[in-house]
């Protein structure tokens, strides 16, 4: 049985089919990234994973639990072995870094205040923000409130982490310094991952197979260099970064020769 | 033509009863929450000086000020028909039985249930609930269950607060300026009045505190759709528990004068 298994998963919002029959397992220790465009509902399928969505059909499984028929208590009990770590870190904003990194650790476990104090301080080291305990969220910059997300996340020590889009919106170096992150979050703390990025330079980096997303289907999941060598012409216009092919359902505007012509 | 008045009446009656429940759901799931672990001492207590502490001296110039200006009237009126006597007994009664709890509770829906919108608003829309809900944690107890609570012991306490700061106000008016004999204004302030009446006077500050509270935090925990939907929230929340606010009062009072 794997870790994670996304079975028939559909959801549409009103007349907008976000995803349509989506099946995906992810094992135990593995790292999983999943690709798509803008609105292909990568998103849709992490939510529906932690249980902030319900499928229209299909489930969500984690290890073996359905999400979706759990009660609030069993679902809470579950989300304790999941980190989330948000597109745009979703940090509580009137309370300092140290505070959001606790926040988990004293809900959730009977520690001291020293102990928390010490495993908080191990997260931000882990994520290399050190020393940031007093700042508030407002004080940081993109690149380090993604990595405060990624302490929060962590706290607890979950199983399995979930990145929604950790790169987007960075510099190329910040987007490498993110991608080392995880990596290195993978290594030392062997957790299971699903990565969503459109960054195909840390995606080859961090995953252990890849996935793509193309009009709420998944049309691809293999290791990397297979993936690299998939013939279909959605995953090969995907990986040139190319307008011009299947990918987009209107056509592109014209390259500015031809417009000229 | 006739059918689409029946569609579009029918979509507007389907519209109401949604929002309806929706907000009984969740009032309902924030009185089955207040009893459940963990217990967050801090953040109630952090709730309570924002309700309470905060809002006193919003409580205190309005109710002055009310009070001042309805025993201006009162004064004039009665100086009409030569009983001057009776103005500090009408005051006493409408501080006591309307005055204070109304304008507190419609001060408070301005200043307290327009925050609450407004923070959990911006706490929707930059995914700080899904957060919540991510680190295991309901956002229904541990963001609307200590605002509910402030709010129900708060009103109540300033509503006396206002009841002792309208006697006040009276006063300045009928033994300062109008001239009245302090001990009379003393003795009259109360005549009209009954234990009963400040039992009743808390009881409906009690019932305006949950109404502040719950429709606060439900407009906020329903904002969708960015800055716009966050600027509307707070506005929503203070129309919409003004006015239950004032429709409760004369329900309460209809029922409890009984």
């Known amino acids: 049985m794997a870790l994670i298994d996304v079975v028939n998963l559909s959801k549409a919002f009103g007349p907008k089919v976000v995803l349509s029959d989506v099946n995906l397992s992810v094992e135990e220790g593995e790292s999983l990234v999943v690709l798509g465009g803008s609105g292909t509902g990568k998103t849709v399928l992490l939510r529906n994973i932690m249980g902030l969505l319900t499928p229209d059909s299909g489930h969500v499984a984690i290890e073996g639990k359905i999400i979706s028929q759990l009660s609030r208590e069993e679902l809470f009990q579950v989300r304790q072995s999941i980190g989330m770590c948000f597109q745009m870190a979703a940090l509580f904003d009137s309370m300092t870094v140290f505070e959001n990194v606790a926040f988990g650790l004293r809900r959730h476990q009977k520690m001291t205040e020293g102990q928390i104090q010490a495993r908080v301080e191990e997260c931000l080291g882990l994520v290399g923000m050190k020393g940031t305990d007093a700042l508030k969220p407002s004080e940081l910059s993109g690149g380090m409130k993604r990595r405060v997300g990624f302490a929060r996340a962590i706290a607890l020590k979950p199983k399995i982490l979930l990145f929604d889009e950790p790169t987007t919106g960075l510099d190329p170096v910040m987007t490498d310094v993110i991608g080392r992150v995880i990596l290195d979050l993978k290594h030392e703390l062997g957790v299971t991952t699903i990565t969503i990025t459109h960054d195909l330079k840390s995606a080859f980096i961090i995953a252990d197979r890849i996935a793509l997303l193309f009009r709420g289907e998944c049309i691809a999941c293999q290791p990397p260099a297979e993936f690299r060598e998939n013939p279909h012409p959605v995953v090969q216009q995907f990986l040139r970064g190319d307008a011009d092919g299947p990918f987009l359902q209107d056509p592109p505007p014209p390259k500015r020769k031809e417009a000229h012509a | ?258």
């Open chain 2, 1 to 258: 033509m006739v059918l689409t008045f029946f569609d579009k009446a029918g979509a507007g009656v389907l519209r109401a009863m949604d929002t309806t429940g929706d907000f009984a759901v969740l009032a309902g799931r924030t009185f089955a929450a207040i009893f459940k672990r963990p217990f967050d001492g801090k953040n109630l207590f952090r709730q309570f000086q924002a309700v309470g502490v905060n809002s006193l001296p919003v409580v205190i110039l309005t109710s002055l000020a009310v009070s001042m200006v309805f025993a201006v009237q009162l004064a004039f009126g009665f100086k009409q028909f030569q009983a001057e006597g009776l103005a500090s007994q009408v005051e006493g009664l409408a501080v006591m039985r309307e005055l204070a709890p109304v304008i507190t509770g419609l001060m408070l829906s301005g200043r307290v249930g327009s925050a609450m919108a407004a923070e959990l608003g911006t706490m929707q829309v930059t995914e700080q609930i899904d957060a919540l809900e991510c680190l295991a944690t309901d956002p229904i107890h541990y963001l609307f269950v200590p605002r509910l609570l402030a709010a129900m012991v708060m009103l109540p306490i300033l509503t006396a607060v206002s009841v002792y700061v309208g006697y006040w106000g009276g006063y300045l008016i009928l033994v300062g300026v109008e001239g009245q004999s302090a001990y009379v204004f003393g003795n009259e302030f109360y005549k009209l009045l009954a234990f009963r009446d400040l039992r009743i006077a808390l009881y409906k500050a009690f019932v305006f505190g949950m109404i502040i509270a719950l429709v606060g935090c439900w407009k906020g925990y329903r904002t969708q759709g960015g800055a716009e939907g966050v600027g509307n929230a707070p506005t929503s929340s203070v129309v919409t528990s003004s006015l239950w606010i004032l429709i409760a009062d004369f329900f309460l009072t209809k029922l409890l004068l009984v």
